[in-house]
């Protein structure tokens, strides 16, 4: 069986030295990148600059100015990083222990021994570049602070964010392949949809066909929710069963190679609320004039106010809240988001998310949500998912 695309081993050397280049360009003498599990945002940073998938502790991956980075775990992940991850230099950084916890077989590591090794000139340090700090405990914000005094922070988040906007040809393959993986999750949730049918069944349906596909997990959890409990932004798969004219709110994003995809669909059961099918109808609009509008140079704001514009002249803009489109990379709700008070430019090779938003209305929610690629001359859809979907 042929191999699913991945990154390749030469790609995170590449990205290593795009964080040199902001070293410079900032006048930092390091950058410490932080990861956690967090579902949804904590294991960005570990996974883009070292493929190492965070689980149970903490990392923090320490770039200088010249050389390769190391990888700071705690004391039950150092064999873990060094046999999954791309950095070979992994040590167990004291910060990271356990007070109350003894590791009598571990060479734990002072982050001020750490930095001596990476930097030209020991106690020379002057300013260090902080990636994922809103992440960071206060403890060990603190301790890092302690282990480096009369240094200068230096939140680098933004400009860590934007060095992989634009995605690379293994990316983009990547990418495109989790989006086969959400249609075919997507996909086995429809044909689980019948009245009767609880909402953790059909969930259990989507997931385990994007696991059989490939999935190692999911960016946010997986959304099915029915009739009254697809009325909030987010939810979480219930008991609650199918009842006959319901709406049912789909939305999968599915995890591959540390890369996001994400669909946003709606289901018709039966004769739902005359309501919920001009709402939807208003939300296809609005994800269609948005698709037209995608080009690279053009701020991203301006798509997605074609979309808000469509959605408030059919009355429904106080449902429209949030910032409808935004990047999916080892995020699934990625930097940059075009929100209206965003001036970011949507540019060639980013992966852009559509989310048509529609929420805390009196009859419901839904999204419409699709993934594009952003070609020389426009927008790539990387799925062919329909928008009308009807059971029964």
């Not at 004291?94 to 090794?117: G, M, N, Q």
């Amino acid at each position: 069986m042929k191999r699913p695309p991945f990154i390749p081993a030469e790609e995170y050397p590449a990205r290593w030295r795009k964080v040199q280049q902001l070293l410079a360009q900032a006048d930092l003498d390091l950058v410490l990148a932080y990861a956690d599990d967090r579902a949804t945002f904590g294991p960005a940073h570990a996974r883009w600059l070292a493929n190492f998938p965070v689980h149970f502790e903490p990392v923090c991956i320490v770039i200088g100015q010249y050389g390769d980075p190391v990888l700071l775990s705690g004391p039950e992940s150092d064999q873990y990083a060094m046999l999954s991850g791309r950095i070979p230099d992994v040590r167990v950084l004291r910060e990271f222990t356990h007070p109350d916890e003894d590791y009598p077989y571990a060479r734990i590591h002072p982050l001020a021994e750490v930095v001596t090794d990476l930097v030209a000139t020991p106690g020379a340090v002057r300013r260090v570049g902080l990636a994922g700090r809103g992440l960071m405990s206060y403890d060990f914000l603190s301790a890092l602070q302690a282990a480096l005094p009369g240094v200068e922070w230096v939140d680098v988040e933004a400009a860590m964010c934007q060095l992989r906007a634009r995605k690379t040809p293994a990316e983009q393959a990547v990418i495109r392949y989790a989006y086969h993986i959400a249609e075919l999750g997507l996909n086995a949730a429809i044909a689980a949809i019948a009245p009767g049918v609880t909402e953790r069944a059909i969930m259990a349906e989507a997931e385990a066909a994007m696991r059989r596909a490939g999935a190692e997990g999911t960016g946010i959890d997986t959304i099915v929710a029915a009739g009254v409990n697809a009325r909030p932004i987010l939810a979480r798969s219930t008991f609650r069963r199918v009842a006959d004219d319901d709406m049912v709110l789909l939305t999968v994003a599915p995890r591959f190679e540390g890369y996001h995809a994400a669909i946003g669909r709606p289901v018709l059961v039966g004769s739902p609320n005359a309501e919920i099918y001009r709402a939807l109808e208003v939300a296809v609009n609005a994800q269609q004039a948005c698709f037209a509008e995608l080009h690279p140079g053009v701020e991203g704001r301006a798509v997605e106010a074609v979309g808000r514009r469509i959605v408030e002249t059919a009355g429904l803009g106080d449902y429209f809240l949030y910032s409808g489109v935004h990047s999916v990379g080892v995020i699934e709700f990625e930097p940059p988001i075009f929100g209206p008070s965003s001036r970011a430019v949507i540019e060639q090779e980013m992966v852009i998310s559509v989310d048509i938003p529609l929420f805390n209305a009196p009859w419901g929610g839904l999204r419409v949500e699709d993934g594009y690629l952003i070609t020389e001359t426009g927008a790539e859809k990387l799925h062919e998912t329909p928008f009308w979907i009807r059971k029964g």
